[in-house]
């Protein structure tokens, strides 16, 4: 499936760079095969507004593919001010479009395959 495939990933990523600039953080992509650990994940994000990383893959739910944000727990809290917590919501609210964006790009490949 073309959401397994690191190449097809890395090009959807281009193709959402190309037209959006929404998220400012670091992004990579990273083979699907892994262990749950702090680089897990198809779709790594570093968060610049708190320590840690989310990362963004597919979960297979109701026999679909399904693209699903997980953020990693922090060892421990995170003191904000006002512009960190805009910052943060910021990454967070991108995080949501390039999820939504990555479940479009699967259901299109998908329904091609058909």
């Known amino acids: 499936m073309p959401y397994r495939d690191r190449a097809h990933v890395?090009?959807?990523?281009?193709?959402?760079?190309?037209?959006?600039?929404?998220?400012?953080?670091?992004?990579?992509?990273?083979?699907?095969?892994?262990?749950?650990?702090?680089?897990?994940?198809?779709?790594?994000?570093?968060?610049?507004?708190?320590?840690g990383i989310a990362y963004i893959s597919v979960q297979m739910i109701d026999d679909r593919p399904r693209w699903m944000v997980t953020f990693e727990p922090r060892p421990e809290a995170i003191d904000l001010d006002a512009a960190g917590v805009r910052g943060l919501a910021d990454e967070v609210g991108a995080l949501g479009i390039l999820c939504a964006y990555l479940q479009t790009r699967t259901d299109e490949a998908i329904a091609q395959l058909r």
């Open 10 to 51: 890395e090009r959807w990523l281009s193709d959402f760079w190309d037209t959006h600039s929404v998220f400012a953080g670091e992004l990579s992509v990273v083979d699907n095969d892994f262990v749950p650990h702090t680089d897990s994940g198809l779709v790594v994000a570093h968060l610049d507004n708190s320590p």
